[in-house]
Each structure stands twice: as C-alpha cells, then as structure tokens.
C-alpha cells in the first residue's frame, strides 16, 4: 500500500460530516476505477536516456504494469497521467507545453529521476533546472535513475492524487448547467 | 609507436589541406574527430585521426585566424557533423557558401545563445541541408516527442506513403551544453557529468575521462582495480546489446521474444546492482581507479546462467522466420560507406570494419587479454545483430576472465596537473574520445565524443537504402544509438 493510501485512511477517521464522507468514498471509488485505466504518456526533456530504459521496463515481465490496470498510450490526448523525464531543456518548452496542452482534464505530471529535480543541471540558459517551473508536478520520484519499482511506487502515489482531483470536481453543478 | 599511445602534431594552416589529403587516402587511417577551442583568445583546432593498424592516434592542430579553414568535408566526408559543430559554436564555417546542418543550437536562438566561443554572424536559415519533395511524395513530421520511453528527437521521413524516399534528423531538442559546462570543473565533478552526458555508455566514457586526466596527471590504477573497469566496461555492453535485441523484438512486432529479451536484460541490470551497486553502473569510475568494490562472487554465479537464457532467446530468435525477413537486407549500411563516413563499434563491424579500440589501442586490462572482434560484411541489421550476438558472448567470457584474474578497488591520488590528452574507450556504441586540457586539476576544455555522434551520421544513408516506412524502428533499435550523445 503506498503511503498516500495510508494518509488517505487516516484522514478518513476524522471525517464527521457526512458530504466528507460520501466524498471520501467517491475518492476511494474513482481511485479504484482510474486504477484500472490509467493511461500515461512519457516525454523526454533532455535525459541521458537512462530514465527511458527504466520507464520502458515497467511493461517487462518482472514488473508488469498491465496487471496494475496501467497503460502506455502514444497520444497524449488519451493520457491521464505525463511522465516527464530531463532538467527541462529550455529549448523543448514549446514541445512540452503542447504535449501537456494536449492532456484531458483532469491530468497528472510525474517527474522522473533527479533531473527534474534539479539534482544534475543547476537553472541556465539551457536548461530551467527543475520542472516545476514549467509545469505543476504532483509527484516527483528521485532517484538516478529511479528503478522500476520506485517508477512503479510513483504511479501508485499518483493515482491517488488523481482520485482527489476527481473527487474535487464539482460535477452535480455541471450536470445542472447542461440540463435543458 | 607502441600499444596505447597519442601523439601530437603541430600544422601551419597552409599544410591543412594537403595533410587531409594525404591521411584520408591512406589505407588504415580512420578519421576520429575534430574539433575547437579557445587557446590564447585564439581558436585552435585540432583534428584526430586514428591509426588503428599502427596502434596509434595522431591529433592534428592548427590555429585558425581569420576566415577558416579548407573544407574537410570534401576529402574526408566524416568530417561533416564536426564542421557544422565547429561554425555553430565559434563561427567559423569551411569556406564561402558552404551548406552546413542545423545541430545542437535551437531555429531562432538569440545572439546569446550559450556556446563555447562567438556565435556566427549569420545563423543558418535553413534547420537541415535541402531535401526533395515532391510528385507523390509529402513529408511526414514524427517528433520531437515521440513513442514511448523513446528519447526526444525530430524525424523529418519523406515518403510516398510506403517507400522511404529521405530522412532527416533534428537532434537540437536534448542539447545540455555539457562542454561549456565542463569548463572550470574540477575533475571528479567533471565524470559525473560526463556519465551523464550518455547515461547508456557512462562507464565508456567515463573510462575514457578518466584515461586523459590519468595520463596528464602521470598516474596509473592498480591493475587489479583496471580489471574492475574492465568488468564494468564489458556489463555495460552486455546490457545494451540485451536492450537492442529487445528493441529489435519490439519494432518487428514480436512480443513474446521482446518479453524474454526483457528478462535477460533485467536479469542483467540486476546483474548490474549486485557487482557495482547501480543498475547503471553510475559512480563505479573515479578518477584514478574505482569507487566501488565489485563483488566477483555475485558475477560469477550469476552471469552464467543469464547468458544461458540469453542464449536460449537468440536460438528462438534466429530460427524464427517472421523476425529474421524484417532483418535481412534491411537499413544496410556499405563497407565503403561506414568506411567514408568514419563509423565506429558494432554498426561499423557489421559493416566489414575490423576495428575495436579494445584491441587495436588496447588500453588498462585489454593489454593483457586477447579481445576478439566479429565482423560481418553484409552491413543490414541481421548482420548488426549478429555482431552484438557475438560480442555479447565475447563481453562475458572478457568479464569472467578479469573477475577471474582479480578484481580490486580505491584509488591512486591524481595531483592537480596541468596538460592536454586524449583518452579513449571502446562504449557500447563503439569508440568513445574525450580529449581534456586542464590547468592545475580543472577543465579548461574537455571535447566529449562518444560513439553515437559518429554513427548517427549513417542513419539516413542506412534508412534511404531501399527500405520501407515501418523498417525504420527496426533500423533505428539495430543502431542503438542515443539522442543524448550526439546532442549532448
């Protein structure tokens, strides 16, 4: 169980009302169904393509990742989820902001290894150093590289959060709006 | 000249155009590289062909005041990649109206734009040389973000829907500057940074790094700490060779060889953790000697076995029809190309290319060891599989012999020196340089070449030959290479 799910437990122990708890529920409810189909889509901003070996070994026999009910997808119009690899390269902003751009709502970025972090390339006029100053990051998974089963760790951390992003939206108000 | 020497010659810049002439024509002389740097306010350039009969490397320098220098190019057409280079980081082109590629400087870059001397007067309009379009033919963008756990890169593929007509690479995506960023480092800084200008060849050009500072610095590992590198060097190849069979599984559609191919590779890089302590081999090197204790016993119990079911695999492999006939024939790369465009490592050898740095400028434990070298003539990707095949084989028994004859660790101390050198390793991707000057122990200027900035040179060539839209994934997983490398 990822320490996030923990989190999310205990924090239900204190919920009293009851919307908190019909919400709570509704998070645990879309983390289960995201947790099924939860496409990712991966972008390389300047790594030394280490992180990509270990990225695409998380669909290799000894991880798995279909099992999880995660999936690979080509097009980040059907991605959930962005693994970012690379310090940033200032040079690919365009790229990446238009992969990014090009995600459904609600969507995640994962940052990958210690590029991101800014644990390589300090902030220069090639590189931003650190990708949360380009994009929001949800979750940051360290490491140079980080294994695949840290990588995996990651993403559990992350469905999570997509769950409370979910669970953040307030959809009885749309289906108000749009009813005629 | 004896086993593992470079020496160095000092050229007026008359005498440039007549000693290209001369050395490209000589049999056994492959151009290496080329490159410049600011001496004096001055840039220098120098150029490095390798004698690979003589055991030798020859660098060639000169000073280049006002307008250049003769087009290399002409004569020794490997040299293209680095005059491009050379104009995009000191503005200075090889002769009038010279057309030369866009490589690492991003289309409209300022004025300003980081480089390591000044910046040409005029940037190139053009982002690559002209191709042809046109008739039934469009051109077809892929990139920069490509497939999945693919590396940044932008493929230009001209097509007429079925047949590849032209192809062109635009690499500037993933530059980091990790020359300019060299200058001033201290050099235990600086092999950090080099393992991860190419993450996938970080002990060969490390390795590499740490023969140039080594050699300046007048000192030498224990030999039983260079078997460790050794070691190092050869699982680094094992598991890179396992990632291009697995590529080659995955890009002809083969997913039950590409799920064996990942075990054999996580078995390696597992392999990997168990000796060094990374997967990766990360931190392993440290200038004059190694930083982490290889554990020997873990290598011999487990590598074994692995090249077992490594072998199991390629035996499926070879006889199955479906993956064999995407193969053959496919991507081919000529003798005399690999040849006059100066290839190097695997793609070279399967291009009839008998060379290997390993053996022909042996270096540390290599002095001591026989290294056999497969070659094949055919130059497609059959015959680039079947070299890593062989070489695969190779590495382990190398690995099982240097573990077998005593492995050790720590380091010899490098004093703070002052002087240039170049060092060389035989990476993965084939022949790594990198020439470093230093002043009392910090980079002055460090000129890193892997393998990969010479033999993406010959992907184009190699998609062009009469091959279909779909051959190349399979051309480009039998190449490789890495993005990182060229545009680091």
Known sequence: MSPDRVRIDRRRLHVVREEERVAAKLRDATQRMFGRSLHIRTVDTGSCAVCESEIRLLSAPHYDLHRLGLFFTPSPRHADLLLVTGPAIRAFDRALEKTYGAMPEPKLVVAIGACPLGGVYQEDEFVHGQLERVLPVDVFVPGCPPSPLALLQGLLVAVGRLAEKVGAEDFTTLGEEEAP | ?488
């Open chain 2, 1 to 488: 000249m004896s086993a593992d020497t470079a020496s160095t010659l000092l050229l007026d810049r008359m005498d440039v155009e007549s000693h290209v002439q001369a050395m490209a024509q000589t049999p056994g002389v492959r151009f290496a590289d080329f490159f410049g740097s600011i001496e004096d306010d001055q840039l220098v350039i120098r150029l490095v062909w390798a004698l690979d009969r003589e055991h030798e490397y020859r660098v060639v320098r000169w000073p280049a005041r006002g307008t250049g220098y003769p087009p290399l190019s002409e004569v020794a057409p490997a040299a293209f990649v680095e005059e491009c280079e050379i104009y995009e980081q000191f503005g200075v082109s090889p002769g009038k109206g010279r057309a030369l590629n866009r490589l690492v400087i991003p289309p409209r870059a300022e004025h300003s734009f980081p480089r390591l001397g000044t910046a040409p007067a005029r940037e190139r309009p053009l982002p690559h040389a002209s191709h042809y379009v046109s008739g039934d033919a469009f051109e077809f963008p892929f990139g920069p973000v490509r497939g999945v756990g693919q590396e940044s890169m932008y493929m230009g593929l001209v097509t007429s829907g079925e047949e590849l007509i032209d192809l062109y690479l635009l690499q500037w995506h993933k530059h980091r500057g990790i020359e300019r960023r060299l200058r001033g480092e201290g050099v235990a800084r600086a092999l950090f940074v080099v393992e991860r200008a190419e993450g996938l060849s970080a002990v060969g050009n490390g390795w590499a790094l740490c023969r140039a500072v080594e050699e300046i610095a007048e000192v030498s590992p224990h030999p039983a700490v260079n078997r460790s590198r050794g070691v190092a060097l050869e699982l680094e190849r094992l598991y890179n060779h396992a990632a291009a069979i697995v590529a080659l599984c995955q890009s002809t559609g083969l997913a039950v060889g590409q799920a064996q191919g990942e075990i054999v590779l996580e078995q390696l890089l597992r392999l990997n953790a168990a000796v060094f302590g990374h997967r990766y081999l990360f931190g392993v090197l440290a200038p004059g000697g190694t930083s982490r204790a290889a554990d020997a016993d873990a290598l011999m119990t487990t590598l074994p076995p692995t090249m077992d079911t490594l072998r199991r695999l390629v035996d499926a492999l070879w006889t199955t029809n479906s993956f064999v006939d995407r193969l053959e024939s496919c991507g081919i790369v000529t003798p005399a190309d690999a040849a006059r465009l100066g290839l190097v490592g695997p793609i070279a050898r399967a291009s009839g290319q008998d060379i290997d740095t390993r053996r022909d400028h042996a270096f540390g434990p290599y002095r001591d060891v026989a290294v056999e070298v497969p070659v094949r003539a055919t130059g497609d990707v059959m015959a680039r599989m079947s070299v890593m095949v062989a070489e695969m084989e190779e590495s382990a028994r190398l690995a099982l012999d240097l573990a077998g004859a005593g492995l050790g660790t720590g380091t010899v101390e490098v004093p703070p020196a002052t002087g240039s050198a170049l060092g060389w390793c035989e990476s993965p991707r084939g022949e790594s340089l990198l020439w470093v000057d230093l002043d009392a122990g910090r980079i002055r200027r460090a000129r890193v070449r892997p393998g990969s900035v010479r033999n993406w040179r010959s992907f184009d060539d190699a998609a062009r030959s009469r091959n279909v839209f779909t051959d190349i994934a399979i051309i480009e997983a039998s190449f490789w290479l890495t993005v990182a490398g060229l545009a680091r």
